[in-house]
Protein backbone atom coordinates (compact mmCIF):
# COMPACT_ATOMS: atom_id res chain seq x y z
CA UNK A 1 0.00 0.00 0.00
CA UNK A 2 0.88 3.43 -0.48
CA UNK A 3 1.15 6.41 1.40
CA UNK A 4 -0.49 9.12 -1.12
CA UNK A 5 -1.78 12.36 1.09
CA UNK A 6 0.55 15.14 1.41
CA UNK A 7 -1.01 15.36 4.98
CA UNK A 8 0.30 11.72 5.71
CA UNK A 9 3.98 12.57 4.49
CA UNK A 10 3.64 15.81 6.54
CA UNK A 11 2.87 13.71 10.13
CA UNK A 12 5.34 11.12 8.87
CA UNK A 13 8.39 13.89 8.28
CA UNK A 14 7.65 16.05 11.42
CA UNK A 15 6.34 14.30 14.06
CA UNK A 16 8.91 12.79 16.47
CA UNK A 17 8.01 11.00 19.54
CA UNK A 18 8.20 7.05 20.82
CA UNK A 19 6.82 5.52 18.05
CA UNK A 20 8.96 7.48 14.99
CA UNK A 21 12.84 6.57 13.78
CA UNK A 22 15.36 7.20 11.09
CA UNK A 23 17.99 5.47 8.87
CA UNK A 24 19.98 6.82 6.54
CA UNK A 25 22.37 5.25 4.03
CA UNK A 26 25.06 6.89 1.81
CA UNK A 27 21.90 8.17 -0.79
CA UNK A 28 18.39 7.63 0.69
CA UNK A 29 17.01 8.20 3.97
CA UNK A 30 14.01 6.66 5.83
CA UNK A 31 11.31 8.32 8.45
CA UNK A 32 9.00 5.92 9.80
CA UNK A 33 6.42 5.87 12.33
CA UNK A 34 4.79 2.76 14.01
CA UNK A 35 1.09 2.65 14.52
CA UNK A 36 -0.12 0.17 17.44
CA UNK A 37 -3.55 0.80 17.17
CA UNK A 38 -3.61 -0.76 12.68
CA UNK A 39 -2.12 -4.25 13.44
CA UNK A 40 -0.33 -5.39 9.90
CA UNK A 41 -0.73 -2.12 7.73
CA UNK A 42 2.53 -1.42 6.15
CA UNK A 43 2.87 1.41 3.94
CA UNK A 44 5.39 3.03 1.91
CA UNK A 45 5.84 6.89 0.40
CA UNK A 46 8.81 7.82 -1.82
CA UNK A 47 9.89 11.26 -2.96
CA UNK A 48 12.77 12.22 -4.78
CA UNK A 49 13.05 16.36 -5.06
CA UNK A 50 13.77 18.32 -7.88
CA UNK A 51 16.82 19.28 -5.85
CA UNK A 52 18.13 16.34 -5.94
CA UNK A 53 17.33 14.63 -9.55
CA UNK A 54 16.47 17.57 -12.06
CA UNK A 55 15.29 15.21 -14.91
CA UNK A 56 12.24 13.61 -14.88
CA UNK A 57 13.54 10.12 -16.10
CA UNK A 58 16.04 10.38 -13.10
CA UNK A 59 13.46 11.03 -10.79
CA UNK A 60 11.48 7.93 -12.07
CA UNK A 61 14.68 5.75 -11.87
CA UNK A 62 15.53 6.47 -8.59
CA UNK A 63 11.41 5.83 -7.45
CA UNK A 64 11.65 2.76 -9.38
CA UNK A 65 14.71 1.40 -7.53
CA UNK A 66 13.21 2.20 -3.89
CA UNK A 67 9.90 0.55 -4.76
CA UNK A 68 11.66 -2.42 -5.92
CA UNK A 69 13.34 -2.74 -2.61
CA UNK A 70 10.73 -1.62 -0.92
CA UNK A 71 8.62 -4.55 -2.23
CA UNK A 72 11.43 -6.94 -1.99
CA UNK A 73 11.42 -6.32 1.87
CA UNK A 74 7.71 -5.75 2.55
CA UNK A 75 6.74 -9.63 2.87
CA UNK A 76 9.31 -9.76 5.56
CA UNK A 77 8.16 -6.70 7.13
CA UNK A 78 4.89 -7.59 6.97
CA UNK A 79 5.27 -10.99 8.87
CA UNK A 80 7.07 -8.82 11.81
CA UNK A 81 4.44 -6.60 11.94
CA UNK A 82 1.80 -8.57 12.12
CA UNK A 83 3.26 -10.74 14.61
CA UNK A 84 3.94 -7.99 16.86
CA UNK A 85 0.32 -6.51 16.17
CA UNK A 86 1.54 -2.94 15.10
CA UNK A 87 1.39 -0.80 11.88
CA UNK A 88 4.18 0.86 9.65
CA UNK A 89 4.19 3.74 7.70
CA UNK A 90 7.79 4.47 5.76
CA UNK A 91 9.01 7.16 4.20
CA UNK A 92 11.58 6.69 1.52
CA UNK A 93 13.62 9.96 0.00
CA UNK A 94 16.60 10.64 -2.00
CA UNK A 95 19.12 12.46 0.25
CA UNK A 96 21.71 13.75 -1.61
CA UNK A 97 22.00 15.15 -5.63
CA UNK A 98 22.15 12.44 -7.70
CA UNK A 99 25.48 13.62 -8.90
CA UNK A 100 27.16 13.40 -6.29
CA UNK A 101 26.38 9.47 -6.84
CA UNK A 102 28.94 7.39 -7.84
CA UNK A 103 28.15 5.71 -11.45
CA UNK A 104 26.82 8.85 -12.56
CA UNK A 105 29.22 9.52 -15.37
CA UNK A 106 29.85 5.91 -16.03
CA UNK A 107 26.10 5.33 -17.59
CA UNK A 108 22.91 4.46 -16.35
CA UNK A 109 23.97 0.74 -15.65
CA UNK A 110 26.43 1.63 -13.29
CA UNK A 111 24.00 4.47 -11.75
CA UNK A 112 21.30 1.74 -10.99
CA UNK A 113 23.95 -0.62 -9.30
CA UNK A 114 25.00 1.95 -7.08
CA UNK A 115 21.17 2.66 -6.52
CA UNK A 116 20.06 -0.64 -6.29
CA UNK A 117 22.97 -1.92 -3.38
CA UNK A 118 22.30 0.96 -1.33
CA UNK A 119 18.50 0.75 -1.68
CA UNK A 120 18.85 -2.77 -0.35
CA UNK A 121 21.83 -2.03 2.28
CA UNK A 122 19.13 0.29 3.41
CA UNK A 123 16.01 -2.00 3.97
CA UNK A 124 17.72 -4.20 5.55
CA UNK A 125 19.03 -2.05 8.01
CA UNK A 126 15.04 -1.25 8.39
CA UNK A 127 14.17 -4.80 9.02
CA UNK A 128 17.31 -5.48 11.47
CA UNK A 129 16.40 -2.63 13.53
CA UNK A 130 13.04 -2.85 13.32
CA UNK A 131 12.51 -5.37 16.19
CA UNK A 132 14.44 -3.04 18.85
CA UNK A 133 11.72 -0.33 17.78
CA UNK A 134 8.72 -2.73 18.08
CA UNK A 135 10.22 -3.12 21.73
CA UNK A 136 10.77 0.29 22.89
CA UNK A 137 6.68 0.46 22.09
CA UNK A 138 5.97 -2.00 24.35
CA UNK A 139 8.44 -0.91 27.18
CA UNK A 140 10.11 -3.98 27.21
Do not use: C, W
Request: hydrophobic share 40%; charged share 30%.
Amino acid sequence: MRIIKSADYGVLVHTRNENTFRLTSKYFSINAMKFPEEPGRLRFGITVGKRNAHRSVDRALVKRTLREAARKQAPNLAALLGEQGVGLDVSLRLRVPLKEIPGIDQGVNALKLSLRTDARSLMEALLKRLPKQLAQTRGE
